[in-house]
């Protein structure tokens, strides 16, 4: 068994062209271009067990060999996956069930008849690798850059497969990462948290694949740190599969949860005060709002007006044309696997960065509360848009850790604001103006919230 370390990387046809060219990979390109025609059939049964098990079989023609591999989902987060993988070199073209013993089978399919085991989809393709090396301080640093152009074929189906596919052979798992981000600079790439295996289901079954990441367990006793860590990868790691799969169907939904994504990672960042000094996150900050900027008032007029969601789709090939939104998430996930925030901090900020969540949280909560004024918009109900910022910072914690605080009625409390802070974005009028007064108010009485702020 090895252990698989990768990032993948949606890329055109175009831009497979200016990798292959690339002066970074040039430099460091030490074999050469090497070029292999993969053959791939992918085994599961008619129930797709292996699948809801997360591994992934498959039979591989590379040449005159045939490999059998077995993979495992293992961790992915934010394109940065992890996956522990088994191959066996074989005769012939002919799956052999003897090599999937107990020291790789997963326990859960430990009764599963390997007999019913049968093809299920192909994924054949063209690729040209290269060994990429280069020093990084005191350390060497290997990585295996594969550029794969082909198709996924499910019956007559089929989906095109081009991507950059950047492996770990030597070295840490940030100099993946940095390598990709120094590409993302020049180049539109994509992070792309979806295997070839995952894209064969996903034409096989359109509901096979998942939209969202386990959500992360975060604990009143946890340092604010590592809370803030797990929420947002999960946050970012949701953003990347929400944008690849409407790119994929186009649903209009889709783009509408891609964006509250963005907008709950800026609220989560814009909450911490000294835990993560402004210079820490200034290029971060500035790369997220420009992003929200250019597609909240598109989802907005989209809501009422049928042509914006039907212009969204090329809106957002157009989008992912440019270099903008995989330098914002391979930069984002670098900057969260450095811990960057935490560098240069004061002696406060790592005070506060220390904390247990279950204590700086209803601090934060209390702050906002009270500065959010909302007796005032029961009488001004034309200005409650100037407090979404607040509004979010409030929504976050409440939607992702309200099961640390110690309050009664959070989800009551967390619904409840999440409806005055939609009617703050709904064009003016006598009723929404009305619905602000009234919703303000029953905010305002919630017990939950007359705790928060005493």
Sequence with gaps: ?????????????????????????????????????????????????????????????????FIQTLKSRGQSVAGLSERNEWDWYLDKAKLDVKKLADDCWPASLAELDKKTLKPIFTTDFVREKAEIAWGRGKSKVVIEAALDLG???????????CELELELRQGEPEALLELATEL?????????????????????DADSYSLSLPAPQVEAGMPLDDAFAALAWFLLGNSQRLAEQYRYNGHWKLLGEWLQQLIELRALLGS????????????????????????RPRLEAGQDDESVRQAAPADFA??????????FSLSASLWLLQRAWTAERNNRGNRQGAAELGSWLPRLL???????????????????????????????????????????????LYGELAKLYA????????????????????VWTLKPWKLLMK
């Design 272 to 295: 911490l005060g000294q835990a993560a000094p402004r210079a820490s996150s200034r290029k971060l900050r500035e790369r997220l709002d420009a992003l929200i900027q250019d597609w």
């Design 1 to 65: 068994m090895q252990k698989e370390t990768e990032i993948k990387l949606r890329a055109s046809r175009e831009t497979l062209l200016a990798l292959r060219e690339h002066p970074l990979l040039k430099k460091r390109n030490k074999s050469g271009w090497q070029r292999h025609e993969l053959f791939n059939q992918y085994y599961d049964t008619p129930e797709r067990e292996l699948a809801q098990a997360k591994v992934a079989l498959r039979l591989r023609r590379d040449g005159e060999q």
């Design 184 to 204: 993302a600079a020049d180049l539109p790439l994509m992070p792309c948290d979806i295997s070839k295996a995952e894209r064969g289901y996903r034409l096989y």
């Design 366 to 412: 209390a702050e906002e509360a009270q500065a959010l004024q909302l007796p005032r918009y029961q009488h001004q109900p034309e200005d409650l848009a100037e407090q979404r910022p607040r509004m979010e910072r409030l929504l976050v914690w409440l939607h992702l850790a309200r099961a640390t605080l110690e309050l009664p009625e959070t989800d009551r």
């Design 423 to 442: 009617l703050s974005s709904q064009p003016l009028g006598d009723e929404v103006l009305d619905a602000r007064v009234d919703q303000a108010h029953r």
């Design 151 to 161: 198709k996924v074929v499910v019956g007559k189906r089929s989906e095109e497969i």
């Design 318 to 327: 157009a989008e992912l044309a440019q270099p903008r939104w995989g330098l």
